[in-house]
């Protein structure tokens, strides 16, 4: 059974750094796309970061380009996303998919495979 979970959220205050898992099971993460969203209270969901299965090419939303880094570690079979320089604007439940591909910044598929989620707060 294919299953993403998402680890690494917690509550921060403006200009830290967390770092994100997304580990997978049931399948090879390397053979997918695996892309990052994240829902703010009472916003859609949105793209922030993708990577290409293979060669592992990274793309960024303009929102987090710069302070966002997605990599992939294939002997753990999960991907990360190191997040600095936080701001408040940031803070949102962060999510991980495994997808076709990468258009852009945003995993893209038929279906995607969604992890559970996890929340990422930045405050004072």
């Known amino acids: 059974q294919l299953q993403l979970v998402e680890s690494g959220g917690d509550l921060v205050q403006p200009g830290g750094s967390l770092r994100l898992s997304c580990a997978a099971s049931?399948?090879?993460?390397?053979?997918?796309?695996i892309g990052w969203f994240r829902q703010a209270p009472g916003k859609e969901r949105e793209g922030i970061s993708c990577?290409?299965?293979?060669?592992?090419?990274?793309y960024y939303a303009d929102s987090v380009k710069g302070r966002f880094t997605i990599s992939k570690d294939n002997t753990k079979n999960t991907v990360y996303l190191q997040m600095n320089s936080l701001k408040p604007d940031d803070t949102a439940t962060y999510y991980c998919?495994?997808?076709?591909?990468?258009?852009?910044?945003?995993?893209?598929?038929?279906?995607?495979?969604w992890g559970q989620g996890t929340q990422v707060t930045v405050s004072s």
């Open positions: 998919a495994a997808a076709s591909f990468c258009s852009g910044y945003v995993a893209t598929a038929t279906k995607l495979y």
């Open positions: 049931g399948f090879t993460l390397d053979y997918y796309s």
């Open positions: 990577i290409g299965s293979g060669n592992g090419r990274s």
